[in-house]
């Protein structure tokens, strides 16, 4: 056998052995972050439930959920350990690190609404209190409504007396 023949074997090989090592070394850090879980801190469950941990066993975790709920998770199923600030911020909405007034948003959108404009036409609207949304007033809108009626009922009178001159001897077709 030469070389050739080998190298998509060797090829499979290392790739599969490439695979092999991040999927344990990911399985590694789950543990270890598993083992380093201490009372007191927040986790995760894989289900999204979050929670305070109140004892740590060899297999299992005994949960506080809220007030008088405590559940019993095996190890295997906490997701994550929470860091104390992200745990808060996620269970409580509490933010730590908000900068003083800086880039807070309002809850309304009165603040976006506001202008020092004095254009003099939207000056006069917000003095009028109306604002043009280039809406036609309703007397515009029923002759408009008329005229298209008149319209249709002209066209559709129109065809009708081109199909009574036609008989079923008769066709366009030259």
Same mark, same amino acid.
């Given at each position: ?106 809850? @309304? /959108?009165?603040?976006?609404? &506001? ?8 000056? !006069?609207? =917000? #003095?009028?209190? %109306? ?5 036609? @007033? /309703?007397?515009?809108?029923? &002759? ?8 249709? !009922?002209? =066209? #559709?009178?129109? %065809? ?15």
């Amino acid at each position: 056998m030469n070389a050739y023949t080998l190298l998509p074997f060797i090829v499979l090989i290392a790739a599969m052995f490439l695979m092999t090592r991040s999927a344990k070394k990911k399985q590694q850090q789950a543990a270890n972050m598993r083992n380093e879980m201490q009372p007191g801190s927040g986790v995760r469950t894989i289900g999204g439930m979050y929670a305070t941990v109140k004892e740590v066993n060899e297999d299992t975790v005994l949960l506080d959920a809220g007030p008088g709920v405590e559940l019993l998770f095996a190890k295997n199923a906490i997701g994550a350990v929470l860091t104390d600030d992200e745990y808060n911020r996620i269970v409580h909405g509490v933010e730590h690190d908000l900068k003083s007034g800086a880039g807070i948003v309002p809850d @309304d /959108a009165s603040s976006l609404t &506001e202008t020092d404009e004095t254009d003099g036409s939207a000056a !006069a609207a =917000a #003095a009028d209190g %109306k604002l043009d949304l280039g809406k036609k @007033d /309703a007397a515009e809108r029923g &002759e408009d409504a008329i005229q298209a009626a008149e319209d249709k !009922a002209d =066209a #559709a009178e129109a %065809k009708a007396e081109d199909e009574s001159k036609k008989t079923d001897g008769d066709s366009d077709a030259k």
